[in-house]
């Protein structure tokens, strides 16, 4: 079974600086690309970025570009999402996703996490 956990996620004042982590687990399964989402209460799922299998390529949102920075570490199967710059409108719950095939994506992922609370205070 394919697990993902996130961590990292809390209170933050505008301004300040948050990693969340995502780990995966699963006996068989190795990650290909891996994105993070978020969702503000009342809105949608929202991409905010993803990594490919290889770490090599990235891809980022209009709203988080130049702020957050998507990385991963495939020794530890966990991609991590370094959150500066942070505003009031960053606040939601941000989810990890993971897919089988290593090619980067907006959508289509096959594993979700649980999510986790991101609030930034203004």
């Known amino acids: 079974q394919v697990q993902l956990v996130e961590s990292g996620g809390g209170l933050v004042q505008a301004g300040g600086s948050l990693r969340l982590s995502c780990a995966t687990s699963g006996r068989t399964f190795n990650p290909g690309a891996m994105g993070w989402f978020r969702q503000a209460p009342g809105k949608e799922r929202d991409f905010v970025a993803a990594?490919?299998?290889?770490?090599?390529?990235?891809l980022y949102s209009d709203p988080v570009k130049g702020r957050f920075t998507i990385s991963r570490d495939n020794a530890k199967n966990t991609v991590y999402l370094q959150m500066s710059s942070l505003k009031a409108e960053d606040t939601a719950v941000y989810y990890c996703?993971?897919?089988?095939?290593?090619?980067?994506?907006?959508?289509?992922?096959?594993?979700w996490g649980q999510g986790t609370q991101v609030t930034v205070s203004s």
């Open positions: 996703a993971a897919r089988r095939m290593r090619a980067i994506t907006r959508n289509d992922y096959d594993y």
């Open positions: 990594i490919s299998g290889s770490g090599g390529s990235t």
